[in-house]
């Protein structure tokens, strides 16, 4: 089940405090179990996990700061920017995803050429912003922010986000 946060809609999330925004948008949308590969690779607690991991939970936050959707590409685009602003990640860790992403992730996980596109434009935007590592941030501290305040706050421009959109 795809979504997409429309322009109309952003207006009304912006002013929402991140917590409500979260129960809003993720409410109906029920999280598959996520494949052992994939949690290997991109949860926290594996020791595998390559740079950009982060919670399913904080990874729901950055949909909404990002205000990308949960289509493929969009999934993608979030992946990629997690790691593009996580500064630990090098040359072989984007081949390791990618290669992962592409050949090994199962269906509907596995990226295809446009996703990958998509990532790469994710990870451009993840390196371009002015708050790096925010896969680690604590999101529990800013429960209470509204999304406006967040965005301004890690230096994430929606109008940017939906300009590097690969169709």
Known sequence: MAFDL???FQIDIAQMNLKKAHSLVFRLYNEPKIPFVIWLL???NSLLALPGKISLRHHDYIHILLGRGISPQDEAFVIGFTM???LKTNQLHLFIYQFFA???YPVPYNFSKL???NFNLG???GRKIKVKQINEINFGMYQNETIEFLRE???INTDETKLMREY
């Open 84 to 86: 593009g602003n996580d």
């Open 123 to 125: 990870f451009i935007y």
């Open 153 to 155: 706050c890690f230096g």
């Open 115 to 117: 996703d990958l596109k």
């Open 6 to 8: 429309d322009e109309a």
């Open 102 to 104: 592409k050949f090994i």
């Open 42 to 44: 991109e949860n926290p």
